[in-house]
C-alpha cells in the first residue's frame, strides 16, 4: 500500500482566511471601542424583519461572534483534517484531488460564516446605538442560499470525483 502525503491548502484559502479574520477582529475591536456608548439593554433576538423580539444586557452583543469564532474553529479543525489522507475500510483512499474539495469547501464556508457573522455584529451594533439596520430581510436569505450552493457544490464535485476515480 502507497503511503499518500498531505494535500497542501491552495493559496487562496489562506489569503481568503486572512483576509476574514482581519475583518472579523476589526469589527470586534469596534464593538469594544464602542461598548461604553451602548445602553444597559440592547436588542439580542430579532426576526429577519425589523422586529425586535427580546432585549438583554449590552454584554450579549458578543454571543453572535463567539458563536461564529467556535463555528469557524471547527472548520477549520475539519479543514486540515481533510488534507491528511485517511484509510477507509474495503475502500481505496481519496485521492489529492478529493481531499483539496473537502478542503476548499470547508475554506469556503467557514470564510463565508464567519463574515456573515461579522456582518450580523455590525448590524447588531448599529441598532443597539439607535441607528437603522444594515441588515435587511433578504441579506440573510441570500446568505443561506449562498452557504447551500458551496456546500451543494462540494458535495456534487466530490461526487464527480470519486467517479472519476
Same mark, same amino acid.
Given at each position: 500500500?502507497?503511503?499518500?502525503?498531505?494535500?497542501?491548502?491552495?493559496?487562496?484559502?489562506?489569503?481568503?482566511?486572512?483576509?476574514?479574520?482581519i475583518?472579523?477582529?476589526?469589527?470586534?475591536?469596534?464593538?469594544?471601542?464602542?461598548?461604553?456608548?451602548?445602553?444597559?439593554?440592547?436588542?439580542?433576538?430579532?426576526?429577519?424583519?425589523?422586529?425586535?423580539?427580546? *432585549? @438583554?444586557?449590552?454584554?450579549?452583543?458578543?454571543?453572535?461572534?463567539?458563536?461564529?469564532?467556535m &463555528? /469557524? #474553529?471547527?472548520?477549520?479543525?475539519?479543514?486540515?483534517?481533510?488534507?491528511?489522507?485517511?484509510?477507509?475500510?474495503?475502500?481505496?483512499?481519496?485521492?489529492h484531488?478529493?481531499?483539496?474539495?473537502?478542503?476548499?469547501?470547508?475554506?469556503?464556508?467557514?470564510?463565508?460564516?464567519?463574515?456573515?457573522?461579522?456582518?450580523?455584529?455590525?448590524?447588531?451594533?448599529?441598532?443597539? *446605538? @439607535?441607528?437603522?439596520?444594515?441588515?435587511?430581510?433578504?441579506?440573510?436569505?441570500?446568505?443561506? &442560499? /449562498? #452557504?447551500?450552493?458551496?456546500?451543494?457544490?462540494?458535495?456534487?464535485?466530490g461526487?464527480?470525483?470519486?467517479?472519476?476515480?
Amino acid at each position: 500500500m502507497q503511503h499518500q502525503q498531505k494535500t497542501p491548502t491552495p493559496r487562496f484559502c489562506h489569503q481568503l482566511t486572512i483576509i476574514v479574520a482581519i475583518i472579523f477582529f476589526a469589527s470586534i475591536t469596534a464593538t469594544l471601542i464602542q461598548y461604553h456608548k451602548l445602553p444597559v439593554t440592547i436588542p439580542v433576538v430579532q426576526s429577519f424583519t425589523s422586529d425586535h423580539a427580546q *432585549l @438583554g444586557p449590552k454584554m450579549a452583543i458578543f454571543y453572535l461572534p463567539v458563536v461564529a469564532l467556535m &463555528l /469557524f #474553529l471547527l472548520l477549520h479543525y475539519l479543514e486540515i483534517k481533510a488534507a491528511y489522507p485517511v484509510l477507509r475500510r474495503n475502500k481505496p483512499p481519496l485521492s489529492h484531488k478529493q481531499r483539496q474539495n473537502g478542503i476548499i469547501t470547508f475554506c469556503l464556508m467557514k470564510n463565508s460564516i464567519l463574515l456573515y457573522f461579522t456582518y450580523s455584529l455590525l448590524n447588531d451594533l448599529t441598532i443597539a *446605538l @439607535g441607528h437603522d439596520r444594515i441588515l435587511q430581510q433578504w441579506h440573510a436569505y441570500l446568505f443561506l &442560499l /449562498f #452557504l447551500c450552493g458551496i456546500f451543494s457544490l462540494g458535495i456534487v464535485r466530490g461526487f464527480l470525483l470519486e467517479k472519476r476515480q
